[in-house]
């Protein structure tokens, strides 16, 4: 079983250490941050499979980190802090936390908690792993296996750069997409020429699934941070 990749957000250093020897112990991959601002960052660029995140960071307020990066992924997130207060806890949920584990907190528990999101993970990636080798979204169909994407059932004369971004954004349905995010996944890099580029292969794939470009139904853009896929009935 492939481990997971997990962004440890925590600005005490004994703590973020505790956390990361304990999750290579268990052959967790990790990503780790020390404040809100390059926690966003880092969630952003490498798309971590579950977060966990410290409220009291120097910066910015772990709360804040929770709500932005709910602006383009739903990737689980436990809080890890000292704050017990009920209103601390309702505050991390209702922004977006899917989890809450107050300090101190014993190394069985962490890795329970992590057990248990990975499980949840595996049940949504099995749910959608049946329909995975075809896509089907309206009028839009994408045969992975063949390589091949069809509007109305007319195949589409796609760049192998449209294609790509096609499943990339395929495979993300419902999710914002990053610019470094995607840039990444395409080039491997995220350079301002990388961007640009995109937003010119995103225009030329719009001519060639939607049926209005200058209202797309398909992909959607947020300004400044990215592009969705959006299910279309």
Known sequence: ???LLILVVEDDTS???L????????????LTAQNGQTAILEASSHN????????GLPDIDGVQVIKKIRTWSNVPIIVISARSEDTDKIDALDA??????????????LLARLRVTQRRLMMINKDTSVEASVFTDGWLRIDYAAG??????????LTPIEYKLLCLLSKNVGKVLTHTFI???????SWDNDIAS?????????KKIEKMPGSPQYIQTHIGVGYRMMKVE
């Open 1 to 3: 079983m492939n481990k």
């Open 15 to 17: 703590v973020r250490n």
């Open 19 to 30: 956390m990361t020897t304990t999750l290579k112990a268990h052959d967790y991959r990790y």
């Open 48 to 55: 971590p499979d579950i977060v966990l995140l410290d409220l």
């Open 96 to 109: 977006g936390a899917d989890d809450y584990l107050t300090k101190p907190f014993s190394v069985e528990e």
């Open 148 to 157: 091949c994407a069809y509007i109305n059932d007319e195949e589409l004369h």
């Open 183 to 189: 840039t990444q996944n395409i080039w491997g890099s």
């Open 198 to 206: 995109l937003r010119v292969f995103m225009t030329t794939l719009r």
